[in-house]
């Protein structure tokens, strides 16, 4: 199946660039309500499940056994920014569980955002591990691994007792074999399975809603909910669209990931979706996730305004000229919730 | 016409993400020699014709009336890093041309690579205009309207004299009429107009071999080959795609432009190329016009194996661990120059 086109990227008053893909939205008892493309192909989530990625953590006790905050507990779900609250908070996250900075594996990343990183410049500063965008998930596995007694070492390999404990829940939540599927190295270095975008937006579906989940899962998913809802600068932060669009609609779960790639869940309305870009960008995606997440039938006339508004977007060239629009293709989204 | 895929990203043995796009390649006589996707469509060359509006300013003497040196030349056609030498070589040819940096109407721009925003931040610098990545094109256009002798102010206008000789050679290297194509705003607020690919390769093979062109815009054209040829370094900077190609294979001239556009002349064999991809992705434009430029027979084998070189590219993550690739397509380019 070959994937529409999803978005366009205008200039100059034509389509300038066009962006594919394909999007899943699973709505109660895991009824498909919605979807674009082939949605049936094994793709990568990467960090778009981060919450998954968290939860075993946060199911066996790890919020409690350590005092973990609701801010530790959303940058667990984060690809942060690296700016000071989200270092302050890796860093606060990794003391309560007695674990050294020394013990990440997730490689050293200058802060994305330019104006970040050259501000630690001016001041002398070098970046480490604790500014990565995946310090948070790290820091909650190093605690997950803590809490279970077991070697520290290795905990990105996916032999490693906090990975199988992940893959086993992914597989679990998105009710895909994960035994059998290909399976990479992530950016931060820890296993990243590929599983249909079906899947993963069931996955998402059930996180939301707590349907078919154990009551230990579904409230350490309730959990985690509350904590990103509470906090969703720690999840990105400034000009991020994961930050921006929590702040605008609280009751919306997103998340990007790496190629291309968004999940959410609509937990009141017990939704779950999933999308990736062919191509792998995250302007396409973000569009993309905000034009269906608007289409659905479970927001206030406002939350569905300020999700239309996200599903096109400026650009503005060096000087402040508006030279064109990132924007989803109108489509009719079979949406019924 | 549907665009087909011309690259693949990999990830853990299976394709991640994939890349659509188009390219036409242009011989002697002004012949198609190869091409995929649809060359016919109007797309916006962005910066991969700098060379084309660098060409008015040398054909009308700038370079002879203020001696600009070939360096100067060479960062004329550039989209640089903004590291020191080529910051050096904007300021040199404003000085010569006896044009304050206050002139510039690109836009303030901090250098893309982290480490030289970071360096410069340490030194207590802050960003300007002629750290702009199109600052050296921008000197030849200040230079080129003080040498008309008419009002600097507003030398990036549709309606400024500089830009309606750059209109006109366009129009002209290109054989496309540019008066009824779409007009759009580039980043470094310059006219940039829609042209078909079929259209900009012809531009490029009349470039590379004076076909066509009078004896001084052959010159002139000869001339910008030379400097760049003699200079890689500024056309591009550090790690960069432009720069490696043109210093590992001497004989070619290319040139990167936004949105995943890419253009090339091969002067020894009168070979225009041009492409886009679809979805704007430079990582694709890259080893596309690797692979492309390898399939045709006008090279060494040392030439020939250091394209196919380029055509795939490892991707490691933040622990230098490789955990896939990006590769141009397997694809007969039908090729005979």
Redesign the interface.
Known sequence: M?NPVLVE?T????V?????GACAVVGPRGDLIASAGDIDR???PRSAIKAFQCLPAVEAGVVEAYGMSDEEIALACASHNGEPDHVRVARSGLAKAGVSEQAY??????PDP?EV??????A?EQAGQVH?NCSGKHAFMLAFAARLGVDLKGYVKRDHPVQQAIEKLIGEMCDYDLAST????????VP?W?VPLRNIALGFQRFGSGEGLSEGRAEASRRIIAAVRAHPFMVAGSKRFCTDLMTAVPRAFVKTGA??VFCATIAHAGIGIALK?????SR?AEVTLAAVMSALDCWTDEERALLAGMSRVAVN?????E??EIRAVQRQWKCSS
């Open positions: 070959i990227v200039r100059g008053g034509i300038e660039s066009r962006h594919a094994p793709v990568f594996e997730c490689g050293i990343q200058w330019g990183s050259r501000a630690m410049a001016r002398g990565n290909p399976c990479g190295i992530d950016g931060c270095s990243t590929a190629e291309g870009c062919n191509d792998g960008a396409a060239n060096r000087n402040g000229i030279t064109g």
